[in-house]
């Protein structure tokens, strides 16, 4: 089974442009979370969705920062307009069911950076 | 609220040298717990798990074991590689509130030198 994928894998852009990034969960998974990782902060989880629904979006910084799932394959996560700060590897995961007792699974990542 | 507590690093080890990375825990009701690796430049992947007191989880030579007396689930492996150099993460999730709650730690690098 293809596993989540992202995409861009690196994204190079001016301070001011919009950013989109992509994810495409692994089918038949009802979980999808968008998260950020940096040396400064860790790993954040910035939103997550269940059944396309976002459920917690606390984690996302600012207004800037926009996540939609339009369907159960395929997820944005886009920045407008973006910042140096935002600079960062961002991830998507996805899971099955909402026991808790399920490991996520994640993509490679997009790496960003915002010059 | 729930929390992950694991040591910070780096640890650096000799290869073939034993392994402990400790995690504790705080969390309501019974959650699962979890440790993934990641690999440079890839994302985090699962390593083990355990869904109930007691359990241990196993793969690769690497074990832990779920002792909710001690909320604690640390990482041992007996003998490590080079290959094992990366940055683990432990993890829990539980339900709450109808939906999947995952909380991770703060990752712990290792390194491992011939």
């Known amino acids: 089974d293809a596993g989540v994928i992202q995409s861009p894998r690196h994204e190079v852009t001016e301070m001011g442009q919009e950013v989109t990034l992509r994810c495409k969960p692994i089918?038949?998974?009802?979980?999808l979370f968008w998260y950020r990782q940096t040396m400064m902060r860790g790993l954040e989880l910035l939103i997550y969705?269940?059944?396309?629904?976002?459920?917690?979006d606390s984690g996302m910084p600012e207004d800037r920062f926009s996540a939609k799932m339009p369907n159960a394959s395929f997820s944005t996560l886009k920045i407008q307009p973006s910042e140096p700060r935002d600079s960062a590897v961002y991830f998507c995961a996805s899971s099955f069911g909402g026991s808790g007792n399920q490991p996520q699974h994640f993509g490679d990542g997009t790496r960003l950076s915002i010059l | 609220g729930n929390s992950v507590t694991q040591m910070e690093g780096p640890v650096t080890l000799s290869e073939e040298a034993f392994l402990t990375i400790n995690c504790t825990y705080t969390a309501t009701g019974y959650p699962s717990l979890f440790w993934y690796v990641q690999y440079p430049g890839e994302g985090l992947q699962l390593l083990l798990k355990?869904?109930?007191?007691?359990d241990k989880g196993s793969n690769k030579g690497f074990e832990a074991t779920y002792r909710k007396e001690t909320t604690s689930f640390h990482l041992e492996k007996g003998s490590v590689q080079v290959s094992d150099s990366a940055v683990y993460f432990c993890?829990?999730?539980?339900?709450?509130?109808?939906?999947?709650?995952?909380?991770f730690g703060i990752g712990t690098k290792l390194q491992v030198i011939p």
């Open positions: 969705f269940n059944n396309n629904v976002p459920i917690d």
């Open positions: 089918s038949g998974h009802d979980y």
């Open positions: 993890a829990l999730s539980r339900n709450s509130g109808g939906y999947q709650k995952v909380t």
């Open positions: 355990a869904t109930k007191a007691d």
